[in-house]
């Protein structure tokens, strides 16, 4: 059981597609010249099994943003990429602005 989609800021429900957290979290790795793109893509992936995780607990889940991010920022935290998390939590707070 996998995660096919997720609620937008809107609250729009939208396809889910990991490939957009791997492209955000490179995007923080570019702007600290920490990682690679197959770094992002498997922190994407951890990411996504987090989520299918509490799918296996809820049928009904279906993650918002604000829930992926949050995800996002806990996983490079605790990965041996902090200083990447710093980067994309700043980039999210310019986004939320």
């Not at 920490?34 to 989520?51: D, I």
């Amino acid at each position: 059981m996998g995660i096919t989609h997720i609620i937008k800021r809107d609250f729009s429900t939208k396809e889910f597609h990991e490939n957009k957290i791997a492209i955000a979290i490179f995007k923080a790795m570019n702007a600290v010249g920490s990682g690679t793109k197959e770094n992002a893509e498997e922190m994407a992936l951890k990411v996504h099994e987090v989520l299918k995780k509490r799918k296996e607990l809820d049928a009904e889940y279906t993650p918002t943003i604000e829930e992926v991010q949050d995800i996002v920022e806990l996983s490079l935290m605790e990965s041996k990429f902090p200083q990447v998390a710093k980067a994309y939590i700043l980039y999210r707070n310019r986004r939320t602005k």
